[in-house]
T-cell receptor, first 114, second 114 residues
Framework: DAGVIQSPRHEVTEMGQEVTLRCKPISGHNSLFWYRQTMMRGLELLIYFNNNVPIDDSGMPEDRFSAKMPNASFSTLKIQPSEPRDSAVYFC????????????FGPGTRLLVL | AQSVTQLDSHVSVSEGTPVLLRCNYSSSYSPSLFWYVQHPNKGLQLLLKYTSAATLVKGINGFEAEFKKSETSFHLTKPSAHMSDAAEYFCVVSMTGGGNKLTFGTGTQLKVEL
């Protein structure tokens, strides 16, 4: 299995631009999570989906952030407009079923907003 | 509510000596507990997990952890450190019925010296 795939791996953009991060979960997994990691705040859960439906988006910082999961094999996290404080590493993770199943993490997207 | 506290932000050991990374948790229900490792510029990898089976859990790369309910602890140990163990380690708690939502500790940076 290829594992969780994220693209791009690195993104450098200017303040005000739209940024779209992409994630392909492990085939057969039905839960998907978006996390943000910064030095100041550590790892934060932004949003998670079960069976393509957003379950908890309480971690989404503000309206500039949005996430979609149009099908079981693809999700996007969009920031519009981007700001320098959005600079972070964004991780996607997926898991099989629910409960306490192991979450498998992608390699992350390192975002720098200038 | 659930939370996890990693008692040391940095731990330094000599190669060949034991490793102890401390973690205490707080959970209203039966928790599942995990240790993840993150090498520089990489995603998170599962080391081991506890899900109410045996209290001593063995993981990859010679790591193990013991769940102690009376002490609300889940410390990570390894008998002999290797240079390749240098990384950041995260203790994570997931609450039964919590919808697979993970709560991460702040991380412990492990340094291994010759």
């Amino acid at each position: 299995d290829a594992g969780v795939i994220q693209s791009p791996r690195h993104e450098v953009t200017e303040m005000g631009q739209e940024v779209t991060l992409r994630c392909k979960p492990i085939s057969g997994h039905n839960s998907l999570f978006w996390y943000r990691q910064t030095m100041m705040r550590g790892l934060e859960l932004l949003i998670y989906f079960n069976n393509n439906v957003p379950i908890d988006d309480s971690g989404m910082p503000e309206d500039r952030f949005s996430a979609k999961m149009p099908n079981a094999s693809f999700s996007t996290l969009k920031i519009q407009p981007s700001e320098p404080r959005d600079s972070a590493v964004y991780f996607c993770a997926s898991t099989l079923r629910g409960g306490q199943e192991t979450q498998y993490f992608g390699p992350g997207t390192r975002l720098l907003v200038l | 509510a659930q939370s996890v506290t990693q008692l040391d932000s940095h731990v330094s050991v000599s190669e060949g000596t034991p490793v102890l990374l401390r973690c205490n948790y707080s959970s209203s229900y039966s928790p599942s507990l995990f240790w993840y490792v993150q090498h520089p510029n990489k995603g998170l990898q599962l080391l081991l997990k506890y899900t109410s089976a045996a209290t001593l859990v063995k993981g990859i790369n010679g790591f193990e952890a013991e769940f102690k309910k009376s002490e609300t602890s889940f410390h990570l140990t390894k008998p002999s450190a290797h240079m390749s163990d240098a990384a950041e380690y995260f203790c994570v708690v997931s609450m039964t019925g919590g919808g697979n939502k993970l709560t991460f500790g702040t991380g412990t940076q492990l340094k291994v010296e010759l």
